[in-house]
């Protein structure tokens, strides 16, 4: 290991160290603010006291110890539950601003109820930020009774909320709500032209359950929200059908890591023929090769029941990082629309965008963030980076005893797959409970198909019966379970060893505990690690293991395959060395999962920075800080908005052509901002000459049925979804262009019109 990264782990060892016997020696002198003696109304008036503090200023940090001693005598009164230190230890953290790793079982939802108490004291509102709906308003119906003892309101928001009961829910104390669904509430504040049609009060503090997810996988998927949606065309049957007659490697490459198809010289031509366009790559055909892309992208690599399901005859996506449907999620557009083509369903066009923003930008507008979750660690550098959020490991309130077998490494997946199956029949004999997480709802449903043939029944939770994943769950730790999940099982549900029955419990402790099966490794060993996390929870006997082909799709990207030179057999592989391959391509997916992620930064930031100063003006204009009669108002609120969502257009236009500024030697992301900000500075213009125009035809009236008849109003129906935007990377990364494509470009556009060579 090099000398300087040593040193700097045991720097972080050491500071990890001393801030832990700092919170440990906090937590001492909480536990001796006993409280016990003390009668309900006393409790209260204490409670009431804090919040008058908080509120005439007083510093939260000198009102912890008691805040925190009341929520502890509280939790204990109203649910019978006693905070352990480690528990104390990471509400304080959370309260500094720390992102918390908090294993498995540890109690994370108690921790977070001090940190949230404390800071809504101040009357400025605090949001706990969930997985998913059933997780806000379970926390928030289960941690109720403590706020509530306390003299403090709390609210859970569910998606399909009327507007009244959003701006109620908002209102609370203490708000439970999933972060997509308060990004969509945010975004339709955006484009309100009433005050009183906006939900959200201003951002004060939150804390991310779940914060890898969140903070990580999902935040750069843009939440977007859009007016009515339109008619399609038929063009994608067009594109599909020529993409199915293209071949690979005849006419199409891939990049070495499968993420990306091109057409090739070949390729071209046969496109070409087909389409009867001419030069393809002409700047007129810029459209027909962006569609083309998208087909070939749809046709080569999205995989039915892998990358998305059919459901009720719409496609639904499938989250790569929870195996399950991404409920409201598109792909852009245009390849959207691909992907029904080549399904042959009818896609509608998404309307025009009204507003757009990503989970990271959106949770930026917090003054104060925070998280926790049982998986942070391996990205604590990109945590820091991109949030400037440090990750701090708490010790778990008992000994994590889990044992973790090293994988078991097969040639190919049918000795992988006869091995998984066998393992499981044997360990199931015994009635010890099994978790198998699987790749893809394919797999899953194989399994369980293999395992019905043997006469094992199993529970499967994947993309197609997700609303039942809390039930499965739950059940996941009783003897004899056998529970089939894709990816991840069930964030934020605990699995108690007997379903919860101390006695099975013991039962299911004598076997070993909840054996974990994963069948693949994921691109992100966070994944892994959630997934090993399910079994051992507070001290509990578990185990895990994982079972790896060398054909697997993670192998086969990194040529890991070569390295037994065609070798086949039906027992597992000993080479340590490939175990220590597969950790280093996990390092190195990690690594490029990042830079993507800057990368997508670069284009994003500046029309995020662009939004916020158009809202900032947008925002006075609503409240009526800017002197302005009803009709200047309503009309200024108006051409805001319509130019900001033709800029949106624009921006999302230059971003699908920037590809082809990186083989004219400029670069992408320079030529972008530089075309953003040249039409970004012309909105200011557009106002104010559209606004003039519009209020001498209103003659001053502030009559609402004037502002009708000139189409002064929003969309009659919007709706939200989001973008999944990694593809827009895979398909637009410029110098990620293969040797084939670069010659295919030049010789097409440059060579063949000066040289008239035939064969370009």
């Known amino acids: 290991m090099n000398l300087a990264v040593k040193l700097m782990r045991e720097f972080k060892d050491r500071d990890t160290r001393h801030k832990l016997k700092g919170y440990r020696d ?20 204490e409670s009431l006291r804090l919040k008058k503090e908080a509120t005439s200023g007083t510093s939260l940090d000198g009102l912890l110890v008691d805040a925190y001693a009341l929520v502890c005598e509280a939790a204990k009164r109203t649910l019978g539950l006693q905070p352990y230190d480690v528990q104390i230890m990471a509400a304080i953290a959370l309260h500094e601003g720390f992102l918390v790793e908090q294993q498995t079982g540890e109690g994370k939802t108690l921790s977070a109820v001090m940190p949230a108490y404390l800071h809504a004291l101040t009357g400025e509102g605090v949001h706990v930020l969930t997985f998913n709906d059933y997780l806000a308003n379970r926390d928030a119906d289960w941690m109720s009774p403590i706020y509530h003892f306390l003299g403090l309101t709390v609210s859970a928001v569910q ?27 945010y975004l339709r504040d955006t484009i309100a032209l009433d005050e009183a049609d906006t939900v959200h009060r201003p951002f004060h503090y939150v804390i991310v359950d779940e914060a890898d997810s969140l903070l990580l996988d999902e935040a750069r998927v843009p939440l977007v929200i859009a007016g009515e949606p339109g008619i399609s065309d038929d063009d994608g049957i067009l594109f599909a059908e020529i993409a199915r007659q293209l071949k690979q490697d005849e006419h199409c490459e891939f990049d070495e890591f499968q993420r990306n198809v091109y057409l090739n010289e070949a390729g071209s031509a046969k496109a070409e023929s087909l389409l009867g366009c001419g030069n393809l790559y002409e700047e007129y055909n810029s459209h027909l090769l962006t569609s083309l892309n998208n087909a070939l992208h749809a046709e080569w690599l999205l995989k039915k029941d892998v990358d998305y399901i059919i459901r009720d005859g719409k496609i639904e996506l499938i989250d790569e990082y929870t195996g399950r449907v991404a409920e409201n999620r598109h792909l852009p557009d245009g390849l959207q629309a691909a992907l029904s083509a080549k399904e042959g369903l009818q896609a ?29 660690q391996a990205s604590a550098i990109e945590f820091e980076s991109i949030y400037r959020l440090q990750v701090l490991p708490i010790p778990p309130n008992r000994p994590n005893i889990r044992i973790d077998h090293p994988h078991r490494i097969y040639t190919h997946k049918e000795a992988k797959f006869k091995a998984l199956v066998q393992e499981i029949l044997s360990v199931h004999r015994a009635g010890r409970p099994i978790l198998i997480g ?17 006469h094992v029944s199993c529970h499967v939770l994947n993309a197609k019966n997700d609303a039942e994943e809390a039930q499965i769950i739950a059940k996941a730790g009783e003897i004899g379970a056998v529970t089939v999940s894709t990816n991840m099982a069930g964030r934020g549900v605990d699995i108690r060893l007997g379903g919860g029955d101390p006695m099975q419990g013991e039962a299911v402790a004598r076997l070993g505990g909840l054996y974990v099966i994963g069948t693949h490794m994921h691109q992100s060993v966070r994944i892994d690690n959630q997934l090993r996390g399910r079994s051992g929870r507070q001290g509990d006997p578990g185990a895990s293991v994982f079972f790896v082909s060398l054909e697997d799709e993670l192998m086969l990207k990194f040529g890991i395959d070569k390295a037994i030179h065609g070798l086949r057999q039906d027992e597992a592989l000993e080479e340590s060395v490939l175990r220590s391959k597969i950790d280093h391509i996990q390092r190195v997916i990690m690594g490029q999962n990042f830079h993507i992620r800057q990368e997508l930064n670069s284009y994003s930031d500046m029309v995020e920075e662009q939004r916020r100063m158009l809202y900032e003006e947008r925002l006075g204009i609503l409240k009526g800080d800017t002197p302005m009669s009803p009709s200047e108002q309503r009309v200024r609120l108006y051409f805001i908005d ?30 972008f901002h530089a075309q953003i900000i040249e039409a970004y500075e012309q909105i200011p213009a557009k106002i104010n000459r559209e606004s003039a125009k519009m209020l001498v035809k209103l003659g001053g009236s502030n009559d609402p049925a004037m502002w009708e008849k000139f189409g002064l109003k929003n969309p009659t129906s919007t709706w939200t ?12 990364t410029p110098g990620s262009w293969n040797p084939g494509t670069v010659i295919a470009y030049w010789g097409r556009k440059m060579l063949r019109p000066v040289f008239g060579w035939s064969k370009f």
Request: aromatic content about 10%; overall charge negative.
């Open 438 to 454: 699987t790749s893809s709802v394919e797999e899953s449903d194989m399994l369980a198909e293999s395992l019905a043939a043997a």
């Open 721 to 732: 979804y989001l973008i999944t935007d990694q593809y827009k990377q895979y398909l637009q």
């Open 26 to 45: 906090k937590s001492e002198l909480i536990r001796k603010r006993n409280l016990g003696a003390w009668d309900d109304q006393r409790l209260q008036a």
């Open 642 to 671: 319509r130019f900001w969502a033709d800029h949106l257009a624009f921006a999302s236009y230059i971003r699908e052509s920037i590809h082809l500024t990186s083989l004219v030697s400029r670069n992408p992301i320079d030529e």
């Open 348 to 376: 509608k066009a998404g309307g025009i965008i009204l507003g757009t923003i990503t989970l990271q930008h959106f949770l930026s507008l917090y003054p104060k963030i925070c998280g926790m979750t049982a998986t942070a």
């Open 159 to 185: 998606a399909g909320m009327s507007l009244p009961e959003k701006r109620e829910a908002y209102a609370a104390d203490i708000t439970y709500v999933t972060a997509k669904e308060a990004g969509f509430d």
